[in-house]
Every structure is written in C-alpha cells, then in structure tokens.
C-alpha cells in the first residue's frame, strides 16, 4: 500500500474547541457532538491511533488495525480539558492534542479580545498521565508586529513565568 493510499485508508479527524450547550461559536463543536462522533466510531469498530503511532506502523512497515483513525485537538484550548478529555475517558479513545505552547494556562490575550481560554501545564499532565492522549508542542504567533529582539524577551519572560 502506498503512502497516499495509507493516508485515505486512515482517517485524521480533526477538532479544535468544545462547547457545552448552544450554538457554536466559529472552530467549536457542541459536545454532544463530539460524543457522537466517538460513539459512531467506538459501535463500529475503530482503534484510535496516536500520530506517533501512526508513523511507527509506516515506517517499520507493520499491519495497521482493521479500523483505525487518528483523532487531533489543535489549540490547546480549556474545553479539550474540560469537555473533552471526560468523553475520550468515556469510550476509552486516544487523541493528540496539538497546543499553542505561548498560550498554555491563558483566560485572556490583550491581541486577541475574543480569546479562548486554554488548559494549564497541570491539566496537561494529567492527560497524559491518563495514557489517552499525547500532548505535542505548537508555535502561535502572537507577537502582534513585536521586534525579533522584543519577541525573545517575551519569550524568555514567559519560560520564566512557567518555570522553564
């Protein structure tokens, strides 16, 4: 099997921020939403892999499960704590989570005023202590036209403010 035909036969399905109730804003799925889509997937036999996975059974040329997909949460955000992360628990899915690492513990940005809350280092922890999910570093550019030198400042303020 080629690589292309690998990549059709394996589905990446791809979520960013959730919601309990109401309409969704733009980027965010109703939760009730996303437990039907795990739902349909768990009734109908699929194994969800990690990325890394994924890449392994490629690489080393191994048999992938019969049904498999590749489930990944971009962002970071609250909510793939909060709302999420208890329906992966519930059917007992693996999914990536690809977070904005400059965002990491936020409730407000003053670049963005329609800014996401996004999960801290803590709850980060705990879902990959969990075994469920893999947490995978992302860059945001969010330095609102700051000089390269202002940009490491800020950067290095931020490393220190997280402990790093």
């Known amino acids: 099997m080629t ?3 690998l990549i059709l036969s394996v589905p990446f ?9 109401g309409t969704a804003p733009e980027n965010s799925l109703p939760a ?4 039907d889509d795990l739902r349909l997937l768990s ?3 699929y194994t969800g892999l990690s990325v890394e996975q994924f890449l392994d059974l490629r690489k080393n040329k191994k048999d992938f499960p019969q049904k498999c997909c590749v489930i990944i949460l971009e ?4 909510s793939n704590f909060t709302i999420a992360f208890p ?3 519930k059917f007992g899915v693996h999914a990536d989570i690809f977070l904005s690492t400059d965002f990491v513990g936020l409730t407000q940005h003053e670049l963005y005023p329609n ?4 999960f801290d280092w803590n709850q ?4 990959i202590d969990s075994g469920l999910v893999t947490i995978y570093g992302r860059w945001h550019e969010s330095n609102g036209g700051m000089s390269g030198d202002d940009t490491v400042a800020r950067i290095e303020a931020d490393m220190r403010r997280i402990g790093g």
């Open 3 to 5: 690589f292309s035909e």
């Open 13 to 21: 399905i791809d979520y960013c921020n959730f919601v309990n109730t």
């Open 32 to 35: 009730e939403k996303f437990e």
């Open 43 to 45: 009734e109908n036999g």
């Open 75 to 78: 962002g970071g955000f609250l």
């Open 87 to 89: 329906i992966l628990q």
């Open 115 to 118: 800014f996401i809350p996004h």
């Open 124 to 127: 980060a922890q705990e879902m």
